[in-house]
């Protein structure tokens, strides 16, 4: 069974850093794309940032020049860096990849969510 498992959440001040990591766990034989998301309260989930096996980047435009995607390939494990955060990234970040089980086809993986809120 192939699960992400993410870390990193928190409570930091306006102007603060936080980093979140995920690392895809369990019968894993390859992992594609990875990317986060995050959902406000009352609002749709949205694209935060993503990255591919050959480290191409793409950022929400409300992230530019802010946060940092990165992976470890050797490690199964994507990171977001958050730097100069505002209130308006409050929300509940997930991880997201297209994995390749030991034994069974390319699919979707989702993780549970941390929680990141941006108060002073």
């Known amino acids: 069974q192939v699960q992400l498992v993410e870390s990193g959440g928190g409570l930091v001040q306006p102007g603060g850093s936080l980093r979140l990591s995920c690392e895809a766990i369990g019968s894993v034989f390859s992992v594609n794309a990875m990317g986060w998301y995050r959902q406000a309260p009352g609002k749709q989930r949205e694209l935060v940032a993503t990255?591919?096996?050959?480290?191409?980047?793409n950022y929400a435009d409300s992230v530019k020049g802010r946060f940092t995607i990165s992976r470890d390939n050797a490690k199964n494990t994507v990171y977001l860096q958050m730097d100069s955060l505002k209130p308006e990234d409050t929300a509940v970040y997930y991880c997201?990849?297209?994995?390749?089980?030991?034994?069974?086809?390319?699919?979707?993986?989702w993780g549970q969510g941390t929680q990141v809120t941006v108060s002073s």
């Open positions: 990255i591919n096996s050959i480290h191409s980047t």
């Open positions: 997201r990849a297209g994995i390749w089980p030991v034994d069974g086809p390319l699919d979707d993986y």
